[in-house]
C-alpha cells in the first residue's frame, strides 16, 4: 500500500457512481459544498483522498483525479441506510440545522455510525506514512479523529466541520452526545464555519465531559486540542476565467434569449434540501406576482434543485412540495411560453453554472440555516464587472463575510418579499458598491488562503504542548 504525507478523510471521494438512464456508470463530481471546497487545493498535491465512492458493493479501484490518490472505502447496503441516510443526514444534518426537521433517533443508526467510522479511520491508518497530516472533513465522521489516534498516534489529526454546528440546548439532545464531543476531541484542530460554533462546542466540552477551554484550547488527555473557526471559501480565479471564456458569455447570451431576454432574471441554485428555504422563497416569489409588485412578462425565476438524499423521507416530501408548489404558481400565473418558474433539477457542468451566474442579475440565496453557503461566493466571484444583487439569507454562514449583500429573514415572509423587491429595484451605484465590497473580501479569502490558514494551525501543534508547559 502506498502511503501519502497529507490524508484527507471524507465521507465522498471527489467523483461518484452515477448510473446513466441506460445502464452504464459514469464517474462525475459529486454534489455538494465539500467537494468544492478541497478540490482546487488539492489538486497536484501528493495526497491520498480516503472516502466513499457511492454506491453499494466492493470499493472500485478509482484513478487519481487531478493528481490526487483515490482511496475507496465500501459501503454495505445496511451502512448507507443506518449511517448515511440514517444517523449522518437524519439524526445528526436536521438537529444541526436548527431543528427545522424532526431529528430521528435509532439504536441501530448509531452502531452503524460507529462500525462506519472505524472502517474509515482504519483505512486512514494504512495509507497515512509515519507522522503524515490526516485531515478528517464533516459530520459523517466525527468518531475518525479519537478512532484513528488510537491507531496511530503519531499522526497530526485535523478535523472540520462543514455545516453548522448548534448551540447547547440542541445538541443536548444527543443520546450519545459525550461518545461525539470525544470523538471530535482526538483531532490536534477542530475547524468550524463559524465564530459561534467553535464557542458551542468548546462550552459542550465543558458541560458534557467537564474539559473547560482556555484561549481557544482544550486540555484532553495529556494533549491540548485547538478549536477555531476558518470559514471555507471558494476558488475566485477559477471561477473569474470561467466566466470569462468566450463559450461561456456565449451561452450565457443564449440563456438570456431562451428566457425571453426578460429585463430581470431571478436565480437560484440549491441541493433539493429542507434547509435551503426553497419553500418559503417561493411562497414570497408567489405573493410578489399575485400582489402585482412582479410581472412574469418582465422577471424570471431559475430555480436550480439538484436532488439529493433521495431515499430519506424527509427529502422525498420536500421534493414532492415543491414539485406541487412549482406547479400551483405556473399553472397560475404562467402563460404559453412564458412560465412565472423555470424549475430545474439536472446537474450542471462548471461552465453551464456559470453561465447562469453571469445573467443573473438577483441571485436568491436563503436557507434557514446553512454552515456557509458556496454558491453565495460563486456568485460574487462571477460577477467580473461588479453587477448583480445577492439576496442572502441572515443564517447562512456566508452572511458574516459578506454583509453588503441584502440581509433577509426567510422566516419572515413579508421581510423576505421586501429584501426580492429591494434587490430588485436597487439602483445600478448602489448594486455595484455592494458587489466591489463582497468580490475584494472574497478575492482576499478564497479556497487558497482557507486552506492554508487551516494546515499552517494545524501545523502549529507540534509546538504547542512544550510552548503551554502542558504534558
Ligand atoms: P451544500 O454543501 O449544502 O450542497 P453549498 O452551497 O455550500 O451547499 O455548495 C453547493 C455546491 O454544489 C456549489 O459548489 C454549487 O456550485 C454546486 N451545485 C449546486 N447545484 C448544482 C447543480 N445543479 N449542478 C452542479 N453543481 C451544483
Ligand atoms: O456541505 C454539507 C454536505 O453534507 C457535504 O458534506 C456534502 O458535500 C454535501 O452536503 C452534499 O451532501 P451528500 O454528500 O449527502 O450528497
Redesign the pocket.
Known amino acids: 500500500m502506498r502511503q501519502s504525507s497529507l490524508v484527507v478523510v471524507?465521507?465522498?471521494l471527489p467523483i461518484d457512481d452515477s448510473t446513466t438512464p441506460d445502464g452504464a456508470c459514469e464517474w462525475r463530481r459529486?454534489?455538494?459544498?465539500?467537494?468544492?471546497a478541497l478540490h482546487s487545493p488539492l489538486r497536484q498535491t501528493p495526497a491520498t483522498w480516503v472516502g466513499w465512492a457511492g454506491g453499494t458493493g466492493p470499493a472500485p479501484a478509482l484513478p487519481d483525479v487531478d493528481g490526487v490518490r483515490m482511496h475507496t472505502v465500501p459501503l454495505t447496503a445496511d451502512d448507507l441506510r443506518d449511517h448515511?441516510e440514517g444517523f449522518?443526514?437524519a439524526t445528526l444534518?436536521p438537529l444541526y440545522h436548527d431543528a427545522v426537521e424532526q431529528p430521528e433517533h435509532h439504536r441501530r443508526w448509531w452502531e452503524a455510525y460507529q462500525r462506519v467510522n472505524q472502517r474509515f479511520a482504519a483505512a486512514a491508518a494504512e495509507v497515512a506514512e509515519p507522522g503524515a497530516v490526516v485531515w478528517v472533513?464533516?459530520?459523517?465522521l466525527q468518531l475518525v479523529p479519537g478512532l484513528l489516534r488510537a491507531l496511530r498516534p503519531d499522526l497530526r489529526i485535523g478535523f472540520f466541520l462543514?455545516?453548522a454546528f448548534p448551540p447547547p440546548e440542541l445538541f443536548m439532545q444527543l443520546p450519545r452526545r459525550a461518545e461525539l464531543l470525544r470523538g471530535m476531541l482526538g483531532a490536534d484542530l477542530v475547524g468550524f464555519q463559524r465564530a459561534q460554533a467553535a464557542h458551542n462546542f468548546a462550552q459542550l466540552a465543558d458541560r458534557v465531559l467537564g474539559l473547560p477551554a482556555t484561549d481557544h484550547r482544550i486540555a484532553v488527555d495529556g494533549r491540548i486540542v485547538r478549536v477555531g473557526s476558518f470559514p471555507v471559501s471558494i476558488d475566485t480565479t477559477e471561477m473569474t476565467a470561467l466566466v470569462e471564456r468566450p463559450d461561456v458569455a456565449d451561452r450565457a447570451s443564449r440563456l438570456r434569449r431562451d428566457l425571453g431576454s426578460p429585463e430581470h432574471v431571478i436565480l437560484s441554485v440549491d441541493?433539493m434540501d429542507y434547509t435551503k428555504g426553497i419553500e418559503q422563497r417561493l411562497k414570497a416569489y408567489s405573493e410578489l406576482i399575485a400582489d402585482g409588485h412582479v410581472k412574469v412578462r418582465d422577471t424570471v425565476l431559475v430555480q436550480v434543485a439538484v436532488p439529493?438524499?433521495e431515499r430519506v423521507g424527509q427529502y422525498q416530501i420536500l421534493r414532492e412540495r415543491v414539485e406541487r408548489e412549482v406547479g400551483r404558481i405556473n399553472g397560475e400565473f404562467g402563460r404559453v411560453g412564458e412560465p412565472a418558474i423555470h424549475y430545474l433539477t439536472q446537474p450542471f457542468d462548471r461552465a453551464e453554472l456559470a453561465a447562469l451566474y453571469r445573467i443573473a442579475d438577483v441571485m436568491a440565496v436563503t436557507p434557514l440555516r446553512d454552515?456557509m453557503n458556496l454558491v453565495a461566493k460563486e456568485y460574487v466571484a462571477a460577477r467580473v464587472d461588479d453587477t448583480g444583487a445577492l439576496l442572502l439569507s441572515e443564517f447562512a454562514g456566508a452572511a458574516a463575510e459578506l454583509p453588503q449583500a441584502y440581509l433577509v429573514n426567510p422566516h419572515d415572509l413579508e421581510g423576505l418579499k421586501q429584501g426580492l423587491l429591494a434587490a430588485l429595484r436597487a439602483r445600478p451605484e448602489q448594486v455595484r458598491e455592494r458587489m466591489q465590497a463582497m468580490r475584494t473580501h472574497l478575492r482576499q479569502h478564497d479556497i487558497h488562503a482557507w486552506a492554508r490558514s487551516y494546515l499552517s494551525a494545524l501545523d502549529q501543534d507540534s509546538t504547542l504542548l512544550s510552548r503551554l508547559g502542558t504534558t
Not at 459529486?30 to 468544492?36: E, H, N
Not at 472533513?137 to 459523517?140: A, I, K, L, N
Open positions: 471524507a465521507n465522498r459529486s454534489p455538494g459544498g465539500l467537494v468544492s448515511y449522518a443526514n444534518w472533513q464533516d459530520y459523517h462543514h455545516v441541493r439529493s438524499r454552515g
